[in-house]
């Protein structure tokens, strides 16, 4: 089965450094999200992209992180820099556009800031 | 906005019971509902889609229904099994939006 890859699945690192999650889509999926989960705040979309564009970032605090997507194999997500309240589960979720289209997940990067 | 409840928060049962799962939204103008399941330190596993045209969709042991003019999602799931332990996480996407709207999930303890 094919299955989106995320990079690392575990990162734990001090407050002030600089972190990048990195996600291999489905091949030939044509859509990108960036969710993050917490236990207060459940799952929340970061960033979305179409045909490697980004079109909403809306959920994403735009001081301190940043998401591309180099080429259509690669979506990458950073934090620079890191602090404490950004540790959470952070998932790549990749599709195909259409209204009706389901969403795949990857099984996320587990990120710790001391 | 749209807002997505799940209720029970956590659901134990012994294991060959059937059991029901409920999801609530507020805004009926969606293209489609899906299913997660979410097991510990792992990503979310897709179960079932709905689209908004449709009233039940069925995987094996799991049914899901859909009734969007009251906003509510049930995952049926038959004669259960430890192995189905697990979080389930509901999710919509509104008309309009791109991305999924999460309930925060029903932990389930299938109990041997």
């Known amino acids: 089965d094919a299955r989106v890859t995320q990079t690392p699945r575990h990162k734990v690192t001090e407050m002030g450094q600089e972190v990048t999650m990195r996600c291999q889509p489905i091949?030939?999926?044509?859509?990108v999200f960036w969710y993050r989960q917490t236990m207060m705040q459940g799952l929340e979309l970061l960033a979305y992209?179409?045909?490697?564009?980004?079109?909403?970032d809306s959920g994403m605090p735009k001081d301190r992180f940043s998401a591309e997507m180099p080429d259509a194999t690669l979506a990458t997500l950073k934090i620079q820099p890191s602090e404490p309240r950004d540790s959470a589960v952070y998932f790549c979720?990749?599709?195909?556009?259409?209204?009706?289209?389901?969403?795949?997940f990857g099984d996320g990067t587990r990120l710790s800031i001391l | 906005k749209q807002e997505v409840t799940q209720i029970p928060a956590a659901l134990s049962v012994p294991e060959g019971e059937n059991l029901v799962l409920n999801c609530s939204f507020t805004?009926?103008?969606?293209?489609?509902l899906q299913w997660f399941r979410q097991d510990p330190g792992k990503g979310l596993t897709s179960l079932l889609l709905?689209?908004?045209?449709?009233r039940e969709q069925t995987s094996g042991r799991l049914n899901a229904s859909l009734d969007k003019s009251s906003g509510r999602s049930t995952l049926y799931i038959a004669a259960s099994q430890p192995g189905d332990s697990a979080t389930y996480l509901c999710?919509?996407?509104?008309?309009?939006?791109?991305?999924?709207?999460f309930g925060t999930g029903t932990r389930l303890t299938v109990i041997p």
């Open positions: 999710a919509v996407r509104r008309e309009g939006a791109n991305n999924l709207f």
């Open positions: 992209f179409r045909n490697r564009a980004p079109l909403d």
């Open positions: 709905i689209q908004s045209s449709q």
């Open positions: 979720a990749s599709g195909l556009t259409g209204e009706y289209q389901p969403q795949h």
């Open positions: 091949l030939g999926h044509n859509t």
């Open positions: 805004d009926s103008a969606i293209y489609n």
